[in-house]
Every structure is written in structure tokens, then in C-alpha cells.
């Protein structure tokens, strides 16, 4: 069982930058693919980025994909998106999630928070 906690959202003007941490519970972390989500309203959740249980591979959507970073530190059993050059069209609730295998797809993962809300000012 894994139990993840998100934070770090909050309002932001376009152009600016946030940092979502997930810190997650259980002894099990670093076995875990983690993945970030987000989800806007009247939009399905879809897949933001993902990183693997070393933190060796990382992988992103193409809308993210040189603004985003995600990272982990095993040792505090947390995850992070720093989130650089925000725009209005990434406004969403952040999820992040965990998973026994490296995958884009949101069924694959076992494990979800609660969500964070993230909203960009243009």
C-alpha cells in the first residue's frame, strides 16, 4: 500500500514557475514508477510526465517536455515536477501517482493522490 500526498500548487502568472512535491508513505517507494497527471476541467486526466523507481529514466508529454523536470528522492520518498515557464493551458489539477511498471497510461497506476490545483494567470 502506498499512500501519496501532493503539493506546491497555487496560482501563478504565465511565464512563471512552481515546484509540486509528492511525498509518498510505505517502505515499497523506490520500487515504484511514478507518474504526474493532470487533469483540467471537462478534459480527461492525461499523462504529464513519468520517472522510474532509480529515477534513471524520465519521460514527458511533448506539451511539457523543456519546461517540466520530474525527479525523486528516495531516500525522503518524494517526488517533484518543477514546473518552469507555466501557461495558461497547463491550469489542471495535478495528480501524481505510482505504478509497478513504466507506463503514459492513468490505469496502469495503483495509486493516486488527492490532487493538487495549479492555475496559471495569463
Known amino acids: 500500500q502506498v499512500q501519496l500526498v501532493e503539493s506546491g500548487g497555487g496560482l501563478v502568472q504565465t511565464g512563471g514557475l512552481l515546484r509540486l512535491s509528492c511525498a509518498a508513505s510505505?517502505?515499497?517507494?523506490?520500487?515504484?514508477?511514478m507518474g504526474w497527471f493532470r487533469q483540467a476541467p471537462g478534459k480527461e486526466r492525461e499523462f504529464v510526465s513519468g520517472i522510474t523507481g532509480s529515477g534513471g529514466n524520465t519521460d514527458y508529454a511533448d506539451s511539457v517536455k523543456g519546461r517540466f523536470t520530474i525527479s525523486r528522492d528516495n531516500a525522503k520518498n518524494t517526488v517533484y515536477l518543477q514546473m518552469n515557464s507555466l501557461k495558461h493551458e497547463d491550469t489542471a489539477v495535478y495528480y501524481c501517482a505510482a505504478s509497478r511498471i513504466v507506463s503514459r497510461a492513468p490505469t496502469d497506476y495503483m495509486y493516486w493522490g488527492q490532487g493538487t490545483q495549479v492555475t496559471v494567470s495569463s
Open positions: 510505505g517502505r515499497t517507494f523506490r520500487s515504484h514508477c
